[in-house]
């Protein structure tokens, strides 16, 4: 720490998809304000954030600390501190374990106002940690939320565990308090656990515990922009009743610019994760097709779907005749880690995709900045995860909604109802999916015309909102870059009031 003061201490959960937004925001306040910038988390992921730095080093205005963490303790694996390193059944226990965090966090912090005299204008913390709003008050300092996720999606994760409305009708169909009358939500939309929270369970418990708390926070920053969700914001400060800055989406650069991507970009984003093919590999296939004519296939960094959804799938693929990309891991139930198996896919599925140029099977990773911003990737087959969203959004291409855990099938709902730029075609791991839905559905997003164009037609709108947010030249301030500025002059305001 030397000599510096630090400003802001930082505390994302442990998983890559929030571990980055928090790097990128942290970078963004301190290119704004020249504030020191503090990052706590467990070892391994202190080591990782360490790792997205050129060699190793971080610039002299982040301060990294680790937290330590016993995985083993808490039942998990040893060295279980990433969501990534988990089997998606294991999750569950980090999320809970994570409270462990706070008598370290709280230590930490006592030596930082110890070393400066005073304590940092705020803490910016993850949605899960609502103890650290107790920790901040104790330390005379605030609590700000920052919620990765979208207005809409993590609003609606927030009702359902606050309300358990599914447990208050008989109906399949239930409105989440916050949201207007006309959004419906369907049971089939909620996770299995989620399905069964009552309320006395662990994971009702848990949430109600930290969301309640988190609703005590001086206010929430979120990784959308005003324009994008005009509901979704509404809806939440309404809820919430505090401030919400709409910060977001904390895209790469390289996206934003439409330069053209080093192939490094993407995988530093997921160190540890490598790349079934090159970038430059992908570019050269996605060059050799037609303008927005190829379909991107990917569930994020940690899913896949079960067997016979992957056969139906790969069917349907075929029969619709589009070109595609697909990522794929073996299936549900197998290590995620072990070699893919041809039995897995149609007899001489892969051999067919590659002689007729149709498809390019990529194993467990691609370069997916390169894929969604490349000139010839039409639609984007997704689980919904926010990053996911954003990246396909800002890069104009429509998506095909395959939501699976979390917040997503929230997600997939505001693309469809609100945006008017995905088309669902079935929901979780569980679901059975004919081939005939999936060429149908590809038919349907894919065409130029009809609802395929009229999506098209949207989602360019909604990728001009999100430069347009985003953007900082002069005088020229998007509606993002704003409520950056707003919400470093309320911590600044708060402070004077406190300390003069
Ligand atoms: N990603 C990637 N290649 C892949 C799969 C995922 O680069 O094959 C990246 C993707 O660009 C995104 C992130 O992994 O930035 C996934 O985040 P998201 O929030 O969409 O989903 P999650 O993995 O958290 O479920």
Known sequence: ???????????????????????????QIHHRTGFNIAIANTPLNIQYLRSTFHQHQNPPWIHLFELPFNSAGHGLPPNSE??????????????????????????????????????????????FFGWVVEVANIMNTVNITFATGGAYGTLALFSFWLNLPHRKTDSEEFNLPGFPERCKFHVSQLHEFMRKADGNDSWSRFLKSQFSSSLQSFGWLTNTAEELEPLGLDSLRKYTQFPVWPIGPLLPKQLLN?????????????????????????????????LASVLYISFGSQNTVSRSQMMELAIGLEKSWTPFIWVIRPPLGFDLKAEFRSEWLPEGFE???????????????????EILSHKSTGAFLSHCGWNSTMESLSQGVKIIGWPMA?????????????????????????????????????????????????MKRKVEEIAHQIREAVKDEGNEKGSSIKAKDDFISAIKTRKQEVFS
């Open 351 to 369: 051999a067919r995709m590659k002689e007729n140029n149709q498809g390019l099977l990529v194993k467990n990773w691609a370069p997916q900045l």
């Open 82 to 127: 990433n969501t990534e390193n988990l089997p998606l059944d294991q999750i569950g226990k980090l999320v809970i374990s994570s409270v462990s965090l706070k008598t370290p966090f709280h230590n930490l912090l006592l030596d930082i106002i110890k070393k400066q005299g005073k304590p940092p204008l705020c803490i910016i913390s993850d949605v």
């Open 258 to 290: 439409k330069s053209p991507l080093s192939s490094s970009s993407s995988t530093t984003q997921h160190a540890g994760k490598s790349p079934g093919i090159s970038a430059e590999k992908c570019v050269e296939w996605l060059d050799m097709h037609d």
């Open 406 to 454: 979390a917040e997503q099938a929230f997600n997939s709902k505001m693309l469809v109802d609100e945006m008017g730029v995905s088309v669902e075609l079935t929901r979780g791991v569980q679901s059975s999916i004919s081939s005939e839905k999936v060429k149908e559905v590809i038919g349907i997003v894919m065409e130029k015309e009809g609802k395929g164009g009229d």
């Open 1 to 27: 720490m030397g000599s510096q003061q630090i400003d802001i201490v930082m505390l994302p959960f442990m998983a890559h998809g929030h571990l980055i937004p928090f790097l990128s925001l942290a970078t």
